[in-house]
């Protein structure tokens, strides 16, 4: 399930490109099979170990162009182990409502872009995520959950307080609002209560098979209930530097 739009964030085959806080890898595996350098970043070993499993699979089964590269690096959002410039394209998706020092990871990750280079920022929007801290504390309330919640405006602004240019915007995964709201208030971890398990069998048949009816639903209704909020934004160039 992709959250962002690479034909809008620029990718080409070729572009080396950082996925902060890759998790399970689902940006960075779409990235890789585009044909782009990918490099996975995560503070967590173990979810890193699975990705880079993941980009072995992926290259023995063909499903990489040739001259694509994928690898994975641990470390600190807000100490990035990168020169400056070094990444064409960056996603940090649900990332920055878990860290702290979230102006400082954004100044990192403005540092690590190429002059002209783009990134996309996701985060939970204001209101799907507003329901859920409403219904439930145990959602945001635990060691390594989320600190706060983003409106639009403050998202961007602190974006733009790194240097980097607003391009624009768009929401994501709607469906998915409503199944946070049934299990903040049954219980976030009550995985067995019968609307969470029927939402989610719902969820799993949506995104294996793609039915156009759920497409369809899902585009109407991003712009009032999408559960992501997704920001384009590029680093202005130096000089003549391409900024595409």
Not at 86 to 107: G, K, N, Q
Not at 144 to 153: C, K, L, P, V
Not at 161 to 171: E, N
Not at 193 to 210: E, F, G, N, S, T
């Amino acid at each position: 399930m992709l959250t962002v739009d690479f034909d809008r964030l620029g990718l080409r085959p070729g572009e080396r490109v950082l996925d902060l806080g890759c998790g399970a890898g689902r940006h960075a595996s779409e990235m890789y099979r585009r044909g782009a350098d990918v490099v996975a970043f995560d503070q967590d070993a173990d979810e890193l170990a699975r990705v880079r499993d993941l980009f072995v699979a992926m290259a023995q089964a063909g499903e990489v162009p040739d001259g694509a590269e994928a690898d994975v690096k641990e470390g600190d959002a807000l100490a990035l182990p990168f020169a400056d410039g070094e990444f064409d394209r960056i996603v940090a998706a649900e990332v920055l409502e878990h860290v702290p020092a979230d102006i400082l990871a954004l100044s990192e990750l403005a540092r690590v872009l190429r002059p002209g280079g783009t990134i996309a920022l996701t985060v939970p929007r204001w209101f799907p995520e507003l329901v859920c801290w409403k219904l439930s504390r145990e959602y945001h309330d635990t060691p390594g959950g989320h600190i706060r919640i983003y409106s639009d405006a403050e998202l961007v602004g602190k974006a733009e307080g790194a240097g980097l240019v607003y391009d624009g915007r768009h929401y994501a995964h709607a469906l998915h609002s409503p199944y946070w709201w049934i299990k903040c208030a049954v219980g976030v971890g009550n995985d067995d209560h019968p609307l969470v398990k029927a939402y989610h069998r719902l969820l799993v048949w949506d995104i294996v098979k793609q039915p156009r009816t759920t497409r369809w639903a899902e585009r109407a209704l991003n712009p009032v209930l999408g559960k992501s909020l997704v920001a384009y934004l590029h680093k202005p160039p130096r000089g003549d530097d391409d900024a595409s």
